[in-house]
């Protein structure tokens, strides 16, 4: 019974190991193992990113007929550069993050200017959320 056991516990962790996308160590080397990306982490980071702005341009239409706040807008446009910065930390680059992160930026200023400009905020909002789905459509392993 341990035997068996211990074969199904090496079956599995050699499952895993190859799910996880291990690499075998060069001779003469270590005989460390090096996992690559799983792939799960930068789908769910892109998917993050759309949930994000989509919630942004929500939130900002709600502002624009006074059913949300400014504060409610800043935590979705907060919530657009988290998902940025998860994918800055990815292990592939993301193209479109710089115009992203300057749109973002955008929107952020027009919600502090005096007087504020509802119209401004719907605009930067909306290129924020377009920038956001043009860069999770070039979100994937290789760029």
């Known amino acids: 019974m341990t035997i068996a ?3 199904t516990a090496l079956a599995v962790t ?10 075998s160590p060069s001779p003469g080397s270590a005989s460390a193992v090096t ?3 799983s792939g ?3 789908p769910s980071a892109c998917a993050a990113l759309v ?4 919630e942004l341009t929500s939130t900002v239409r709600r502002f ?5 706040t400014a504060d409610e807008v800043q935590v979705a446009a907060a919530n657009v550069g988290t ?6 930390g990815a292990p592939y680059p993301t193209p479109g993050l710089d115009g992203l992160e300057s749109a ?27 920038a956001a789905q043009s860069a999770a459509a070039h979100c994937n392993p290789g760029g």
């Open 14 to 23: 050699l499952f895993l190991a190859g799910c996880a996308g291990t690499s």
């Open 35 to 37: 996992v690559q990306p």
């Open 5 to 7: 056991r211990t074969g």
């Open 83 to 88: 998902a940025v910065t998860t994918l800055r």
């Open 64 to 68: 624009a007929v006074g059913a949300a």
């Open 104 to 130: 973002l930026t955008r929107t952020r200023d027009s919600l502090s200017a005096r007087p504020l400009d509802v119209a401004a905020v719907r605009t930067a909002a909306t290129d924020t959320t377009t």
């Open 51 to 54: 949930t994000a702005g989509t």
């Open 40 to 42: 799960t982490v930068l």
